[in-house]
């Protein structure tokens, strides 16, 4: 027979003004299963949680109902005290007198009979409530951090000065992502190479980090804590050991006109490269697509003139398996090439640019030098056009959300412009400035009142070539829709950004969720921006939607935290309200009959297929099992089982059902 | 006491603890007043509420029923709610093809910032129950037998 | 006839099967036969009396172990075999799956894939008759349906022949066998009969494929079938459900589009 305690708090007038508390407690003690019940000023109190711990183990309670504000405030509180009398935590429960009962109604029989039939139906909940052990699982301490541009680099750093180790991969050969591609970053005009390179340098020398380049990831299987990572590490036809960076096969590549990656498509490079002269690690790697050797069979001249023969074709990919405890996705995004937009030529005229080419324009290390030049003619531009919003806000062109950081860019652009040519003159067709961060609006100020760049408020319809020229046709708002008609050199699209080719097909490895643009999903849009849904795997960055570079470096330090956070335990400790099938004796063993309808509902990937096998190895059954360190509890298994063979702790199909029985029967 | 002759609706509300669970605690703090016809029963997400406690709920007495949880989307568990929103949506219409009144049955996603809305939710409830009366129909069949009934 | 007769004998003759499900001449009509002799073939019948479904002898512990079957299957009965091969209750190399076509050809399929290819071509059509009274019942008024069903239901006495015929109830411990809680009371009475209807009717949600053996073997012949063609109906229209082509994604209720309809929402 159960000994359920009952313990009805007046939570000083907050209760007792509305409900009879002293009535409450008389009319629950008449409960069959009720040992013991009394009411009290302030139950959370200390002297309140004496009276429960006392009670507890005068009377050898099984169970106990607290009869007062919401769990949602103190049931940790009162599962702790009775944890502390020798009561298993879990045979605890609250009824909801304050927030659901004394603070909605006004004071008279009916709330006080309503309170009273709440907390019968919590005590028939507790009669049947099974106390529940908190679940351990094991945790390795190595994180995966996917993606080495500045939140990668700063997550990993992060990670490994707190004494974790880390592995870092990256598709490219080389760490730094786009920031590497910037030549200036706003507000302050830093150069970015400068600081971004020292951090590049300190992953590639860390003792804690493991980095890969020219690597992606394969596949992820297992669970938080206990992930098994397999990295495809592709063949770069160098042996590393044997490079020295010198870089001589570099100079006597006879393959030079690959178009540039790391310049947007504005330079070249040769087959065997080192994508730029910063690169971590600063050894090439060789091209297969374009390589002589690999298309034709002829050449290898590369392998002539490396002085240590670290040149090694026919160098197969390699696929290596890790064991890991959780992963940093920090993969970036990218931005809309100029073919886009038909209206602005399709990306046939060659002076009409996107914001990542002029950052290659304008950076020393690029084609040009740091000159902003043609690509057509290599001419110096005297009359420039910034577009703004080029794709962005635009559902007509299926991307309505605003890619945050081009305003920015583009003031930043016209600034150097105008500090590169003297005399030039720039435009900036613009719908809105946003300029939301520290020191941002003083910027783009600066740009319109010191660097004189002429700001236009209007869009674009169209830009064409003639007679050598780009003709820019648009329109100021601020003038009454007056047309604007200008003969630019150039003109620089500042694209929306978007997610990164290949997002798609690496979040389903990895089962996050990503949304109809194929940014990642956060956990919740306000409180959890750096988790996924699936536990132990953080996301960083501008994978998770375009953003700035201060943003991404904190939100990178965020998840890092994340990281250290789970693994400054050995074991990781959840709660045990999760689901479980049953199972019995043979030939039974289980009511479960396979019919994997809870798999498919899971959005945890928590259930698993086990096959039952007598002695000689046969199946004879295969049934539904519960991975512990995955389920979160939500019930939706349960409740699709026909033959109720998955039961949830806490919320067991007994409990509910005793509750809702002991509402209704007064 | 209250008014015996006067018809006062039994309603129970099946509500999901992550969002209107703590949107009615929301209603509490905010002291907005609502009538007391109904009691709430808690569950970690709308997936987990099973149909046959709402008929189990119409036989032991009840007038009736809210079912309420996150919005979609906004699941704490991803997806809860949008199964317990196909499950519903199959119930209803096999309830409302059996005859059984789905008026008394209401479903709502009420968000943990929407204090005031669960408590117009719950006095529209009230006062459309109260005009619909007593589920008699139900409560007559159930009640058939009633003595030889296990007590659970 | 003969052609199906021909290879049910070289089936068991060659022992590629120990037993082949069939249809026999009864006293009234058409009953499942188990012909395990190749003897016996000749009584082997086909034609469209044969209305039991014999997909649900295919799910039935005293196969476990006896070798490969042979199942002579109908359309309903070709839908059932898919559906359950969706929910892994069948394994493709323990049964051998046949079925007659209109000019008496026997297709013996590969497997599960093929079948499910073959069955495109047919479409489910409900008899006029069922159609109509669904319809009636459309039109009434909610408190006539209720006394309908009500009325209809009193004359169950909780024989559980709807559950034996099903070959979608296959579970090993049904829902009404569970008695902590009590989900469905499983006695008869106005309240179970009605309860057992309705969850049965949701058990089979996207999962029924309108063989109508459950009102068949109704020996009072309660119309309940309606309920799940009513539901495979309004099933096709919101979510697309077809029977005998399970959707690859999942069950209809273990899946969901975030567009799904909503109105009756607040």
């Known amino acids: ?666 | 006491m209250d008014n015996i002759t006067e018809f006062e609706p039994k309603i129970v509300a099946f509500v999901c603890n992550w969002c209107t669970y703590a949107g009615a605690d929301l209603t509490g703090t905010s002291r907005l007043k609502y009538a007391t016809n109904f009691k709430i029963i808690r569950f970690p997400c709308t997936g987990r509420i099973d149909y046959m406690l709402l008929l189990k709920a119409f036989a032991e007495g009840a007038d009736g029923i809210i079912v309420s949880g996150c919005h979609p989307n906004d699941c704490h568990y991803t997806s809860g709610n949008f199964h317990a929103r196909r499950r519903w949506v199959v119930f209803r219409g096999l309830l409302d093809f059996f005859g059984i009144d789905v008026r008394r049955i209401c479903f709502s996603w009420v968000s943990a910032a929407e204090g005031g809305k669960w408590a117009d939710l719950v006095n529209s409830t009230v006062a459309e129950i109260r005009e619909l009366g007593a589920y008699k129909e139900y409560q007559k069949v159930a009640g058939y037998l009633e003595k030889e009934e296990c007590n659970e | 006839m003969n052609k199906l007769i021909e290879k049910a004998t070289s089936l068991l003759q060659e022992g590629v099967v120990t037993k082949v499900i069939g249809y026999e001449e009864g006293t009234e009509k058409p009953r499942p036969f188990f012909c395990e002799k190749a003897e016996d073939t000749s009584k082997l019948i086909y034609n469209s009396r044969c209305i039991n479904n014999l997909a649900v002898y295919l799910t039935k512990p005293e196969l476990l172990g006896t070798g490969k079957v042979a199942v002579v299957a109908t359309l309903p009965t070709l839908r059932s075999i898919v559906q359950l091969a969706f929910e892994n209750q069948l394994k493709e190399d323990k049964l051998v799956i046949l079925t007659v076509t209109d000019s008496e050809e026997v297709i013996e399929f590969a497997g599960f894939a093929e079948i499910e290819t073959y069955l495109k071509d047919f479409k489910l059509k409900i008899d006029q008759k069922e159609q109509d009274l669904i319809d009636k019942l459309e039109g009434m008024s909610k408190e006539e349906r209720w006394t309908f069903w009500v009325e209809e239901l009193s004359q169950c006495f909780k024989c559980y022949a709807c559950r034996a015929a099903c070959p979608m109830c296959y579970c090993t411990r049904c829902v009404v066998e569970v008695n902590c809680p009590q989900w469905v009371q499983p006695w008869a009475s106005p309240l179970g009969n009605i309860e057992w209807q309705i969850n049965r009717a949701m058990h089979l949600a996207g999962r029924c494929t309108g063989c109508g053996s459950c009102a068949e073997a109704c020996p009072v012949g309660i119309p309940i079938d309606l309920l799940t063609r009513k539901m495979m109906e309004d099933l096709g229209e919101e979510f697309g459900v077809v029977p005998g082509q399970p959707n690859k994604n999942g069950n209809v209720l273990s899946t969901f589009k975030p567009e799904d309809k909503e109105n009756f929402i607040r």
Not at chain 1, 41 to 68: F, H, N, R, W
Not at chain 1, 114 to 127: G, N, P, T, Y
Not at chain 1, 446 to 467: F, L, M, P, S, W
Request: proline share 5%.
């Open chain 1, 1 to 666: 027979m159960s000994k359920i305690g009952v313990f009805i708090c007046h939570c000083g007038e907050n209760i007792n003004g509305t409900v009879d508390c002293h009535k409450v407690a008389e009319e629950i003690a008449k409960v069959e299963g009720v040992e013991y019940a009394l009411d009290y000023k302030y139950m959370c109190s200390d002297p309140g949680q004496t009276l429960i711990k006392q009670a507890i183990k005068e009377k050898g309670l099984d169970g106990v109902v607290v009869g007062s504000c919401s769990p949602r405030m103190h049931e940790p509180t009162f599962r702790r005290a009775c944890a502390e009398a020798g009561l298993n935590p879990y045979l605890c429960e609250m009824a909801n007198l304050r927030e659901h009962c004394s603070w909605v109604h006004e004071k008279g029989e009916a709330t006080t009979q309503k309170a009273i039939d709440l907390v019968k139906s919590l005590v028939e909940k507790v009669k049947r409530n099974k106390p529940l052990v908190n679940i351990e699982v094991p945790v390795t301490k190595k994180a995966l951090v996917i993606g080495g541009g500045i939140a990668g680099i700063q997550a990993s750093l992060d990670i490994a000065n707190a004494g974790h180790k880390v592995i870092l991969i990256e598709k490219d050969p080389s760490i730094g992502g786009h920031m590497s591609q910037l030549s200036e970053t706003f507000p302050t005009l830093d150069c970015s190479q400068c600081i971004l390179t020292p951090r590049m340098v300190e992953v590639a020398q860390h003792p804690n980090i493991t980095l890969y380049t020219y690597a992606e990831l394969e596949g992820l299987e297992g669970f938080i804590g206990n992930f098994k990572a397999s990295i495809r590490l592709k063949a770069k036809s160098i042996d590393e050991k044997l490079c020295t960076g010198c870089g001589l096969c570099t100079t006597k590549c006879p393959n030079k006109k690959i178009p540039s990656e790391f310049n947007a498509g504005l330079g070249t490079r040769t087959a065997i490269y080192v994508p730029f002269p910063q690169a971590v690690p600063n050894k090439p790697v060789i091209d297969k697509e374009h390589c002589t050797y690999y298309q034709k069979g002829k050449c290898r001249v590369c392998e002539k003139f490396c002085p240590t023969g670290a040149i090694t074709f026919n160098q197969e990919d390699r696929i290596i398996t890790e064991e890991i405890g959780a992963v940093v996705i920090t993969t970036g995004f990218n931005v809309l090439k100029t073919d886009y937009f038909p209206e602005y030529g399709y990306g046939k005229y060659k002076d009409v640019i996107n914001g990542l080419q002029f950052e290659r324009l304008a950076s020393a290390s690029g084609p040009t030098y740091g000159e902003i030049r043609r690509p057509s003619d290599g001419k110096i531009p005297q009359k420039i056009v910034f577009i703004a919003c080029a794709g962005s806000r635009d559902p007509a062109k299926g991307i309505p959300y605003c890619s945050k950081i081009c305003c920015m860019y583009t003031a930043k652009h016209a600034m150097l412009y105008q500090h590169k040519v003297h005399g030039g003159e720039s435009y900036v067709f613009y719908m809105d400035i946003r300029a939301a961060g520290k020191n941002y609006d003083e910027f783009v100020r600066r740009a319109i009142e010191e660097d004189g760049v002429n700001y236009v408020r209007g869009r674009v319809a169209r830009v064409y070539e003639k007679d050598g020229k780009l003709i820019v046709k648009g329109v100021d708002t601020l003038l009454g829709a007056k047309p604007v008609e200008i003969e630019a050199d150039m003109v620089v699209l500042a694209t929306a950004g978007i997610a990164n080719k290949g997002a798609e097909q690496l979040a389903q490895k990895l089962h996050v969720s990503y949304d109809s643009y194929n940014f990642f999903a956060e956990a919740h849009p306000k409180l959890k921006p750096v988790e996924t849904n699936t536990a132990g795997i953080f996301l960083a960055g501008a994978c998770q939607s375009p953003k700035d570079i201060p943003e991404t470096v904190g939100m990178a330090s965020g998840a890092a935290v994340k990281v250290a956070g789970l693994f400054s335990q050995d074991k990781l400790v959840r709660e045990p309200l999760i689901a479980v099938v049953n199972r019995s004796a043979p030939p039974i063993f289980s009511t479960c009959v396979g019919c994997f309808m809870c798999q498919t509902a899971c959005p945890y990937q928590a259930i698993e297929r086990e096959e039952i096998k007598n002695r000689n190895g046969e199946i004879i059954k295969t049934v539904a099992k519960i991975n512990p360190g995955l389920c979160q509890g939500c019930g939706t298994c349960v409740a699709f089982c026909r033959s109720k063979s998955i039961d949830i702790q806490g919320y067991s199909n007994e409990q509910v059902y005793a509750e809702v029985m002991a509402l209704l029967n007064n």
